[in-house]
């Protein structure tokens, strides 16, 4: 069996970008030879504040959507990374194995830091928190989007430098990245990511969103002053963004969208592209609907829970073992 990991923060509604990296974990689970763990990585969502309320609420709906989107919760395991204390306490002994100077390197703590006005030191540690996550699975691949490539690198360094130094005991865990659609972009700048941060509600669109808000961010999408329709990324961001969008979601190769859209202008593109937009996210708005408030989302996650604890306390005992703790 190969043991799958990932992890999605409840820091908001899950937009198109997020999704595109999640349709890997639908694909994954049909493979009888993987055992899939998808965690709603609560923790990582506090380096930043959150309302109490709110993180509450997007935790089950995170949790109601990963069903919502096709994840059969009899073929994965569903949990809340609160829910496993292994995870921070494998965190505690990865940093005590690994540097200030590697977290200095990290892209993505260098971006959201210079935003803020006070930094915690949860947001700068955050990726040792994410190599416990992985590495408390003893993970073979972990489905993620192209920004996280820097932070799997990270994880991969720390276990096979735990490994050398300690003897054999932790997996390296190798990234899944999606083929087309690794890194969608906002759609007000599609010179950065799509993100949840961003406060322009029409960056992003998010799964759960309206058809008249989906229609409003996709019309007034940046694109260029010129009306050729190809792929282009350093010249043509915008249009690439969306070439790519109705790539993923209208399951249409980038080359067949060149073709079908020869010698028309944007406004035909977009158009289309919303209403492939909307029928895509349709039934998950439905199935969403439906499990929301139901009593059989908490039960899932106490048994998601219950076997993510079994599997990562073990681990955890080795990696123990191994740096001299006495145990019973
Ligand atoms: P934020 O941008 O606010 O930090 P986020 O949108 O990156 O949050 P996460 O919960 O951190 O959300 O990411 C969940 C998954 O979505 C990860 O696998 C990540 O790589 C992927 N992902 C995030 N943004 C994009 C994007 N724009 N394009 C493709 N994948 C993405
Ligand atoms: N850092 C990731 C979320 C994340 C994750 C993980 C992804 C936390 N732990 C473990 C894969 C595996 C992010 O911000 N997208």
Redesign the pocket.
Known sequence: MKRVF????P??MI?L??Y???QNFVKLQEDSNNDCFYCI?DL?SVTVPQDPKVLYENSLELAALYIAIGLDPKKVTLFLQSQVPAHTELAWLLQCNSYMGELNRMT?FKD?SQKMTSVTTGLYTYPILMAADILAYDTNYV??????KQHLELTRDIALRFNNKFGNTFTVPEGIY?KV?????SLDDPTT??????PNEFSKIGLLETDAKIKKSIMRATTDSDSEIRLDWENKPGVSNLLTLYSVFGNISIKELEEKYKGQGYGNLKKDLVQVIINYIKPIKERYNELRGSDELKEILKEGAMRANEISSDVVKRVKDKMGFVQF
């Open positions: 990932s992890g999605v923060q820091s908001g937009h970008g997020n595109s990296a999640m990585v990582h993505q959201k489905p993620v989007g192209d920004d996280q999606p659609g690794a890194r969608i972009m990511k799509m993100s949840k941060s961003n």
